[in-house]
């Protein structure tokens, strides 16, 4: 099984870019679909982005669509969040999951296996 690793968050201004890590800590993610999530307090834990290396295809949520890139390293070893333009709304503890079936999923709860988080601050 993998375990994902996330990191790359920090604090930014308004119109910063950043990129988000997710690490495989064991094996790599080839056989998985994965997807990036955040949750803001207080409210519900949220689908942003996600990659099916089975069927070539990526899926963006409406909200970070046109400012958001998902990739891979080359081995699949490594998922990459690339962001840009962000904004305050933005600000969340961002998750990266796995889960073993091809589809792009947007509920959180259909992912098996889930990294610890790396929190994202924009600042107005």
């Known amino acids: 099984q993998v375990q994902p690793v996330e990191s790359g968050g920090g604090l930014v201004q308004a119109g910063a870019s950043l990129r988000l890590s997710c690490a495989a800590s064991?094996?790599?993610?080839?056989?998985?679909?994965v997807g990036w999530f955040r949750q803001a307090p207080g409210k519900w834990r949220e689908f942003v982005a996600g990659?099916?290396?089975?069927?070539?295809?990526?899926r963006y949520a409406d909200s970070v669509k046109g400012r958001c890139t998902n990739f891979a390293s080359a081995a699949r070893k490594t998922v990459y969040l690339q962001m840009s333009g962000l904004l305050p709304k933005d600000t969340a503890v961002y998750y990266c999951?796995?889960?073993?079936?091809?589809?792009?999923?947007?509920?959180?709860?259909?992912?098996?296996?889930w990294g610890q988080g790396t929190h994202v601050t924009v600042s107005s």
């Open positions: 999951a796995a889960r073993r079936n091809g589809v792009i999923n947007t509920i959180p709860d259909d992912y098996d296996y």
């Open positions: 064991e094996g790599t993610f080839n056989i998985y679909t």
């Open positions: 990659s099916s290396w089975n069927y070539g295809i990526a």
